[in-house]
């Protein structure tokens, strides 16, 4: 009869509309590692990338000199000092620099902390390539405990002409929590 | 509304509406579906304007007089979230309900038990919502937009109950799309083709893929909140790897497709109502087709316009910015057609032609401030201000809201079988008119001059917009319960609308008996003259 045969195409036409939902769900969750990449590739929210090493010597330019200078930053409810040795550097593109940030831990308790990077201007973060970072990595620091870490760059001769001084900014995470409930669940 | 199904004299074929409270909790009747949705859709908007109302109260002067500013910002994130959720979201769904069946020639929705799940999951969805207010912390206190991490980590306990009633209304929504994208491509009449559909049908299924498409994505957005704030995840904590700005592009990618979603339906009514009282056919209809599509498509890919100030590069604001004013285009097409509709016509003013000339007028002013929030270096200056409040609000009280009230007044004859008080309704919509630009427009004001959006406190400079603003929200909240007053009359009794009802009106749902019978088109109607579909 005409009127199942309505029917019946209306529920396969819904079945297929439920692909669709869970598909769009899916791609809500696609988005994050889809944000990940776009970011890496373009560097738009001044993210560096991982830990670099070179493939190739990397070409020195001697006539080229360019600011960067550090920020050290604590996320909200973050007690450790947290301040760059230096506060900015001279450096020459393809040349590898090093610097170091101290920290110290004056909280009652033990904490263990993770810094995230960011650079401005944003464009300049694929530029930036470091070779050691104390960002790779979490820092666990007792009570009263304090810590140079070491950070070693090198600018890339490929940096934009424009660009003359960069910002590196650091801001610190309490993740001591994050951490703990992590081996909770484990 | 029940006095009119009551009416209904019983038939052999077909059973009339079952009796008491059961008759409405078990329905899958569409009519009744329909009823219960805008019912629920007005209570929500009394809600909804209740908290609104001590918005304005506390603003109405300078300083904190009445609420602290806790309570405050809860109340500007649940009138938020219960006007878009709550009120024109369901009232849409409501209206779709009655008519699309109606307009199409099809005896009900094509999936009429999931129809009755997807009401009836709403009321439990906002008593939850509506319950953490009085939960251990409050309620929601983050902006209806619920930005990470200040909703992840610093959002009061009751974010779960929040997020669980989200994900309520989502399934809500997906459910009422579905069955209504289903209906319509596999119930019209015999003969009915795509083209040859009303406006609201056209607008309605536009509508329903938008939603498709991105309720799914807001489902996913608040189950990765979930995620940060009890299994240890880091999707918008940097501490942990995460981006707290793939919030605001996960969020945004499904907000910016639902303010079209709230708009959509509007400009399908509208589309019904001025050919009806100009008593011309509409202008252009294939360009308002096509238009609607063009804003639907382009919903999708201007999102980051919400979020120019987060640090994008500069060929990002200019493609987001240029994008974003590609959209005036399609939607100047529309309005060129309702004014080119009107033209010439032999115009009378009804009360729901006068909201429609009303709704034209005023969102077309939230169209234009819209396009100047686009242009990407002022934004920066606008954003986060009143101006932006204003902005929204034009598009979605003089737009949205208007449109459900011309809505109402113009298939409510049809619905109750009587005509309502026309001195009334006129009455209501001369104080509604008054009310929303004394409300709205001093908005523009304070926000180019600088007054930011969501504080409960303010600088003296601002004080005499905002006490114009508190005054014309008092006198539009309270024009509302008139409009209660005078649908509740109608549902009573009133003049005997005839089958037609309107001189003008075209299409499908006017062929049938005032009030509408309680099954309509069990057997398909024989288009003679297919152009009567649409209006």
């Known amino acids: 009869?005409?009127?199942?045969?309505?029917?019946?195409?209306?529920?396969?036409?819904?079945?297929?509309?439920?692909?669709?939902?869970?598909?769009?769900?899916?791609?809500?969750?696609?988005?994050?590692?889809?944000?990940?990449?776009?970011?890496?590739?373009?560097?738009?929210?001044?993210?560096?990338?991982?830990?670099?090493?070179?493939?190739?010597?990397?070409?020195?330019?001697?006539?080229?000199?360019?600011?960067?200078?550090?920020?050290?930053?604590?996320?909200?409810?973050?007690?450790?000092?947290?301040?760059?040795?230096?506060?900015?550097?001279?450096?020459?593109?393809?040349?590898?620099?090093?610097?170091?940030?101290?920290?110290?831990?004056?909280?009652?308790?033990?904490?263990?902390?993770?810094?995230?990077?960011?650079?401005?201007?944003?464009?300049?973060?694929?530029?930036?390539?470091?070779?050691?970072?104390?960002?790779?990595?979490?820092?666990i620091l007792a009570s009263g405990e304090s810590m140079q870490m070491p950070l070693r760059f090198i600018i890339d001769s490929d940096l934009p002409k424009d660009i003359t001084k960069l910002t590196l900014s650091y801001t610190l995470y309490d993740i001591t929590e994050q951490i703990s409930g992590d081996l909770a669940a484990d | 509304m029940s006095a009119v199904i009551e009416e209904h004299h019983h038939d052999d074929h077909h059973h009339g509406p079952a009796k008491g409270i059961m008759r409405w909790v078990f329905t899958t009747n569409h009519k009744d579906i329909g009823t219960l949705y805008l019912w629920f859709s007005f209570a929500m908007f009394l809600l909804g304007g209740s908290f609104a109302l001590v918005i304005r109260a506390e603003l109405f002067q300078p300083g904190l007089q009445?609420?602290?500013?806790?309570?405050?910002?809860?109340?500007?994130?649940?009138?938020?979230?219960?006007?878009?959720?709550?009120?024109?979201?369901?009232?849409?769904?409501?209206?779709?309900?009655?008519?699309?069946?109606?307009?199409?020639?099809?005896?009900?929705?094509?999936?009429?038990?999931?129809?009755?799940?997807?009401?009836?999951?709403?009321?439990?969805?906002?008593?939850?919502?509506?319950?953490?207010?009085?939960?251990e912390g409050g309620g929601p206190n983050f902006g209806w937009t619920f930005y990470a991490p200040l909703s992840t980590e610093q959002g009061p306990p009751s974010t779960t109950f929040f997020i669980f009633a989200v994900h309520l209304m989502g399934i809500s929504s997906i459910m009422g799309s579905i069955n209504v994208i289903v209906t319509i491509l596999n119930l019209r009449a015999p003969g009915l083709t795509l083209m040859q559909m009303p406006l609201f049908v056209w607008t309605w299924?536009?509508?329903?893929?938008?939603?498709?498409?991105?309720?799914?994505?807001?489902?996913?957005?608040?189950?990765?909140?979930?995620?940060?704030?009890?299994?240890?995840?880091?999707?918008?904590?940097?501490?942990?790897?995460?981006?707290?700005?793939?919030?605001?592009?996960?969020?945004?990618?499904?907000?910016?497709?639902?303010?079209?979603?709230?708009?959509?339906?509007?400009?399908?009514?509208?589309?019904?109502?001025i050919p009806t009282f100009a008593r011309k056919r509409l202008f252009g209809y294939a360009s308002m087709v096509y238009a609607t599509s063009s804003i639907a498509f382009l919903s999708f890919i201007v999102w980051a316009h919400h979020m120019f100030t987060v640090g994008m590069p500069l060929a990002g604001e200019l493609y987001f910015m240029y994008a974003t004013m590609l959209i005036a285009i399609p939607t100047g097409v529309k309005v060129f057609n309702w004014v080119a509709t009107m033209w010439q016509g032999a115009m009378t003013f009804e009360t729901p032609m006068l909201f429609a000339i009303a709704f034209v007028i005023l969102f077309t002013i939230g169209g234009l401030s819209g396009l100047m929030?686009?242009?990407?270096?002022?934004?920066?200056?606008?954003?986060?201000?009143?101006?932006?409040?204003?902005?929204?609000?034009?598009?979605?009280?003089?737009?949205?809201?208007?449109?459900?009230?011309?809505?109402?007044?113009?298939?409510?004859?049809?619905?109750?079988?009587?005509?309502?008080?026309?001195?009334?309704?006129?009455?209501?919509?001369?104080?509604?008119?008054?009310?929303?630009?004394?409300?709205?427009?001093?908005?523009?004001?304070?926000?180019?001059?600088?007054?930011?959006?969501?504080?409960?406190?303010?600088?003296?400079?601002?004080?005499?917009?905002?006490?114009?603003?508190?005054?014309?929200?008092?006198?539009?909240?309270?024009?509302?319960?008139?409009?209660?007053?005078?649908?509740?009359?109608?549902v009573r009794g009133g003049v005997k609308a005839t089958d037609q009802v309107w001189e003008g009106a075209h299409g499908l749902e006017w062929t049938i008996a005032s009030p509408a019978p309680y099954h309509t088109f069990t057997t398909p109607p024989d288009l003679k003259d297919i152009s009567e579909a649409h209006g």
């Open chain 2, 205 to 273: 299924l536009i509508t329903a893929f938008l939603l498709i498409a991105v309720m799914p994505v807001l489902a996913g957005v608040v189950t990765m909140m979930l995620m940060d704030i009890h299994f240890g995840t880091a999707f918008f904590n940097a501490g942990g790897g995460g981006d707290p700005v793939l919030f605001q592009h996960v969020f945004w990618f499904f907000g910016h497709p639902e303010v079209y979603i709230m708009i959509l339906p509007a400009f399908g009514v509208v589309s019904a109502i």
């Open chain 2, 66 to 135: 009445i609420v602290e500013p806790e309570f405050f910002n809860q109340m500007t994130t649940m009138h938020g979230l219960i006007m878009v959720f709550g009120a024109v979201m369901p009232a849409f769904v409501g209206l779709a309900n009655w008519l699309v069946p109606m307009m199409i020639g099809a005896p009900d929705m094509a999936l009429p038990r999931m129809n009755n799940y997807s009401f009836w999951i709403l009321p439990f969805a906002f008593t939850m919502l509506a319950s953490t207010l009085l939960m």
């Open chain 2, 373 to 490: 929030l686009a242009i990407g270096p002022a934004d920066f200056q606008y954003h986060d201000t009143y101006f932006v409040v204003a902005h929204f609000h034009y598009v979605l009280v003089p737009g949205s809201v208007f449109s459900i009230m011309a809505a109402v007044y113009y298939w409510l004859p049809k619905w109750t079988g009587n005509m309502y008080d026309e001195a009334l309704g006129k009455l209501h919509f001369w104080l509604s008119f008054v009310g929303i630009n004394v409300l709205f427009f001093p908005q523009h004001f304070v926000g180019l001059a600088g007054m930011p959006r969501r504080v409960p406190d303010y600088n003296l400079q601002f004080a005499d917009y905002n006490m114009v603003s508190s005054v014309g929200a008092f006198l539009f909240g309270f024009s509302q319960l008139l409009f209660l007053f005078i649908v509740i009359k109608c």
């Open chain 1, 1 to 139: 009869m005409n009127e199942s045969k309505q029917i019946d195409s209306a529920k396969r036409g819904a079945a297929k509309l439920v692909l669709v939902v869970v598909g769009m769900f899916g791609f809500g969750f696609a988005l994050v590692p889809l944000y990940d990449i776009i970011c890496d590739v373009t560097g738009l929210n001044g993210k560096t990338s991982g830990k670099y090493v070179s493939e190739q010597t990397l070409q020195i330019d001697e006539e080229r000199s360019v600011t960067i200078q550090f920020l050290a930053n604590n996320n909200a409810n973050m007690p450790w000092e947290f301040r760059p040795v230096s506060r900015s550097l001279e450096v020459t593109p393809g040349k590898l620099n090093a610097t170091e940030f101290y920290v110290k831990n004056p909280a009652k308790n033990s904490i263990t902390g993770q810094a995230v990077p960011s650079v401005t201007p944003f464009r300049a973060a694929q530029y930036l390539h470091k070779t050691e970072c104390f960002c790779f990595e979490q820092q």
